[in-house]
């Protein structure tokens, strides 16, 4: 069974840093994208950052270019988004959001907060 846990969320003043992270659990930490969702009140859900395993490489929204990194380690199977200067509008509900074997799995949410 594939579990995603996200943690490393909290409240922080604008500029600030947090770093959030995911622990992946139940597949093969091979052929994969993994990556970050965010959703803020009233907004849609929108996509944050991934990395695909195959492709080797990494996305990032527009919003968050420059600002954000995120990264894996296949070891421990987790992953990282690395958030700076943050703003008061990267303030949302943080999901990890994995797909992998034609489906795609979500994690709880770990909400971000950042007080201006």
């Known amino acids: 069974e594939v579990q995603l846990v996200e943690s490393g969320g909290g409240l922080v003043q604008a500029g600030g840093s947090l770093r959030l992270s995911c622990a992946a659990s139940?597949?093969?930490?091979?052929?994969?994208?993994i990556g970050w969702f965010r959703q803020a009140p009233g907004k849609p859900r929108e996509g944050v950052s991934c990395?695909?395993?195959?492709?080797?490489?990494?996305y990032y929204a527009d919003s968050v270019k420059g600002r954000f990194t995120i990264s894996s380690d296949n070891a421990k199977n987790m992953v990282y988004l690395q958030m700076n200067s943050l703003k008061p509008e990267d303030t949302a509900v943080y999901y990890c959001t994995l797909s992998y074997g034609k489906k795609v799995y979500w994690g709880p949410g770990t909400q971000v907060t950042v007080s201006s």
């Open positions: 139940g597949f093969n930490f091979d052929d994969y994208v």
């Open positions: 990395i695909s395993s195959s492709a080797g490489s990494t």
